[in-house]
């Protein structure tokens, strides 16, 4: 028999007063069980300490069920999330907690013709009246015509202003727990949509631009100042961290902050130094929400050199990020905040300055393969096709 490498399996009855911490650690032994055991030992031993910067994508629908309210709101204010990326469906979902609504458990088997008759919608096996949606949307649209959203903004100062708002609304009503918007304005935790129109907000934003307010999300804007965040999660030898839960356009838009980085602005190749996904998307169908770790190391999405200390676990976020959760806040002893949306101008501006300098460096410090004379008529690029110089 070879040399054994990993720690004995050991089983023993369940005690009746275990606690979460006991429960992962001595009984989730195996397969996706034991993925999310090295996940909880990878965020609390190494990832939630000072001197990591951690970035979190969100999709599925997450909120609806209360998981802002009751999971990612207290993980923003002991400092374990420093910035995020949503999708806007999360986001507007989160609001009806925020806006004093309520939303009701149901079950996935009832007669959705029905339910439409009587004006009720179901996700799944959550169902609330359709007036939460009009009521939001009206909230929304009222809010979205005051003067300081007259201007063309990126979507984190967007959802910045919009839990100013909500969080306004929720000491009016004296809602008890704050919901992830709300709680991420108070914290200064910058939080981004990498497709602000596939919402009911982008609904709402796109039908106010009909009657000629101001009002332009730019995702050029957030396409670079979560560059920025990334390019700087390193200064004084810290490190960056990527938590996915899910997939889909939240994970591309954190991973590629990298590539930006490297690729498209020319600065040093680095790729995040962590990086854990809760998936239940296979890697063979060859989309972005099953891709692998490794997959992500040929873009530069990731350090190939922390590979171990990268981890699928393969679930639903659901029972995951509860779980998660309970654990790094027993283990963990809150960080202080970080309230990056704060510096956002301050990187940004680096970024830019570091980027313009190294855009006009001597073409003997470009690779032999890249450098072409401005002069030409043309230029060949490496793949071979010829692009007029302008």
């Not at 910067?53 to 209360?66: E, I, K, R």
């Not at 032999?368 to 002069?375: D, E, G, L, P």
Request: proline share 6%; net charge negative; charged share 20%.
């Amino acid at each position: 028999m070879s040399k054994k490498t990993g720690k004995k399996i050991a089983p023993a009855p369940m005690p009746i007063d275990i606690n979460v911490v006991d429960l992962i650690d001595n009984y989730f032994t195996a397969y996706n069980s034991a993925r999310l055991r090295e996940i909880c030992h990878l965020l609390s031993r190494d990832v939630f300490n000072e001197g990591v910067t951690v970035g979190v994508s969100l999709s599925g629908a997450m909120t609806p069920a209360g998981f802002g309210v009751s999971v990612l709101a207290p993980l923003i204010r002991n400092g374990f999330i420093d910035w995020m990326i949503s999708t806007g469906a999360n986001l507007y979902h989160d609001m009806h907690y925020g806006l004093g609504f309520e939303l009701f458990a149901g079950n996935p088997f009832l007669d959705d013709v029905k339910l439409r008759e009587e004006g009720t919608i179901r996700i799944y096996d959550i169902i609330f009246g359709y007036d939460v949606l009009l009521e939001t949307d009206a909230f929304i649209r009222k809010v979205l015509q005051a003067e300081p959203f007259q201007k063309r903004m990126g979507t984190a100062e967007f959802h910045y202003l919009l839990g100013k708002y909500v969080r306004e609304v929720e000491k009016q009503l004296g809602v008890k727990h704050s919901c992830l918007l709300a709680t991420a304005y108070e914290c200064g935790v910058p939080i981004y949509t990498s497709s602000p129109g596939d919402s009911s907000i982008g609904m709402n934003v796109a039908a106010l631009s009909l009657e000629g307010y101001q009002l332009v999300l730019d995702p050029s804007i957030d396409v670079n100042e979560t560059a920025a965040i990334a390019y700087f999660a390193r200064e004084q030898e810290g490190k960056s961290a990527a938590v996915i839960i899910g997939g889909g356009s939240p994970k591309n838009f954190l991973l590629q902050t990298q590539p930006q980085i490297h690729e498209v602005l020319g600065l040093e190749e680095r790729g995040h130094d962590y990086f854990v996904q809760f998936t239940d998307a296979r890697p063979d169908t060859g989309g972005l929400s099953g891709a692998t770790p490794s997959e992500a190391v040929s873009w530069g999405k990731i350090d190939p050199n922390e590979l171990p200390s990268t981890i699928v676990c393969y679930t639903d976020s659901t029972i995951a990020l509860p779980l998660v959760t309970a654990y790094v806040m027993n283990q963990c002893q809150p960080r202080s905040l970080k309230r990056l949306y704060d510096k956002r101008e301050q990187m940004l501006a680096q970024l830019r300055t570091e980027y313009l300098a190294a855009k006009t460096q001597p073409l003997d410090k470009i690779p032999a393969a890249m450098a072409q004379s401005a002069s030409e008529e043309v230029t060949t690029y490496p793949c071979g096709r010829l692009i007029p110089n302008p």
